[in-house]
C-alpha cells in the first residue's frame, strides 16, 4: 500500500513538473519578455534537478535493496545521487538570478555572476566537508542526507535574498501599473521557498508524511507561475509581426481558408493586441476572440501567437 502511494505521488510530481514547464513555454512563445524566457528556463532545470535528486535517490534506494546490498553501499550511492544532480542545481541558480534582473528590467552585470562563482566556490567547499565527516561526528546525529538537504535550502533561501534585493533595488524603475504585481509575484516566490523548507522539517518523518511533503515540494513553483499566467497580459508585451508580408498572409488565408472574421483576429494578433483588445476593436465577446484563435491554430496546425507570426513576418 506504501509503495502504490509513492506511485501516485511520483506520477502526480511529474505531471506538476510537466504542467509548469507547458505554461513556462506558453509564456515564451506568447510575449517578448526576456523574464518569460529566464523563467521558462529556471522551471526546466528546477524539474530535472527535483526528479534526478528526490525521485532518483528513493528509486536507486530501492533497487539497492530489492538486490540486498550492503548498508554501507546503499549509504554511499544514494548520499552521491544528489550530488550528480549538482550543476542542474547551479544551472537553477544562475536562471534565478537572471528572472530577477528580467523582471525589474535592470541590466545584468557580469559582478552579478562573479559573485555567483564565489559562492559556490564555498558552497562546493562545504559539501566536500560533509562527505569527509563521518557519522559519528555529525551534529545532532542526523545523517548525511539531512544536512545536503538543508544546504540546498539553504542556498535557494541566500538566491531569495538577493532576488529581493535586486527588485528592491530597481523597483522605483518599474513602471507604475507593474510595481504591486512585481512585489505579488515576489511574495509568491518567497511563500514557495517556505514550502520547500516545510518539507524539510519533517524529512526523516514517517513515509506516510515523506510522500505528501516530496508533492508540496513539486507544487510549490506553481503558485508564482500560475499568478504570472494570470498577470502577464498586464506585465508583458505580446509577440508582433514586426515586418508584415501583405503576400504571405495573403497566401496563408487562401491555403486555410479563413474566413473573414478570421482574418480580422488575425491582423489584431499580428499588432499585438491581447485577446481583450481585440474583443474590444471588432465588438466581440472575449470567448468568441478565443474561440476564433483556437480554430485559427488548428486550421493553420500551429499552437501559439509566436508561429503565426513567424509565418507572416517577412
Known amino acids: 500500500m506504501l509503495s502504490l502511494a509513492f506511485i501516485v505521488v511520483f506520477v502526480l510530481c511529474f505531471a506538476v513538473a510537466v504542467i509548469c514547464i507547458l505554461i513556462g513555454h506558453e509564456l515564451v512563445n506568447t510575449y517578448k ?44 550511492v ?4 544528489p550530488v550528480l544532480g549538482a550543476p542542474f542545481f547551479g544551472i537553477t541558480m544562475i536562471m534565478f538570478l537572471k528572472m530577477a534582473f528580467d523582471l525589474v528590467a535592470a541590466p545584468l552585470k557580469s559582478s552579478a555572476f ?18 569527509l565527516a563521518n ?28 532576488f529581493t534585493g535586486i527588485v528592491v533595488r530597481h523597483y522605483k524603475k518599474v513602471r507604475p501599473e ?9 511574495l509568491l516566490l518567497v511563500t514557495g521557498l517556505l514550502l520547500r523548507g516545510v ?5 526523516e518523518a514517517v513515509p506516510w508524511v515523506l510522500a505528501p511533503l516530496i508533492l508540496l515540494y513539486f ?58 483588445q481585440i474583443a474590444d476593436s471588432l465588438f466581440i465577446s472575449l470567448q468568441t476572440v478565443k474561440d476564433h484563435t483556437h480554430r ?4 493553420v496546425g500551429i499552437n501559439s501567437r509566436m508561429k503565426l507570426v513567424q509565418m507572416v513576418n517577412d
Open 33 to 76: 519578455a526576456a523574464f518569460c524566457r529566464s523563467y521558462f528556463y529556471y522551471l526546466l532545470a528546477f524539474f530535472v534537478f527535483a526528479l534526478y535528486a528526490v525521485w532518483g535517490q528513493i528509486g536507486m534506494q530501492t533497487l539497492l535493496v530489492s538486490i540486498q546490498t550492503t548498508k554501507e553501499v546503499e549509504i554511499l
Open 78 to 81: 544514494t548520499h552521491f545521487i
Open 114 to 131: 562573479f559573485l555567483h562563482l564565489i559562492i559556490f566556490v564555498i558552497i562546493a567547499t562545504m559539501i566536500g566537508g560533509l562527505y
Open 135 to 162: 557519522k559519528e561526528t555529525l551534529p545532532l546525529g542526523k545523517t548525511i542526507s539531512f544536512y545536503l538537504i538543508l544546504l540546498i535550502w539553504g542556498i535557494e533561501f541566500l538566491y531569495m535574498l538577493f
Open 178 to 186: 507593474k510595481r504591486e504585481k512585481v512585489l505579488q509575484f515576489t
Open 199 to 203: 518539507s524539510l522539517a519533517f524529512y
Open 219 to 276: 507544487i510549490s513553483p506553481l503558485i508564482p507561475l500560475w499568478f504570472i499566467r494570470q498577470q502577464s497580459d498586464r506585465l508583458f508585451a505580446l509577440v508582433a509581426a514586426e515586418q508584415p508580408n501583405s503576400d504571405k498572409k495573403e497566401h496563408l488565408y487562401q491555403k486555410y481558408r479563413i474566413t473573414p472574421r478570421e482574418r480580422e483576429v488575425i491582423e489584431q494578433l499580428c499588432l499585438g493586441k491581447t485577446n481583450q
Open 296 to 299: 485559427i491554430y488548428t486550421k
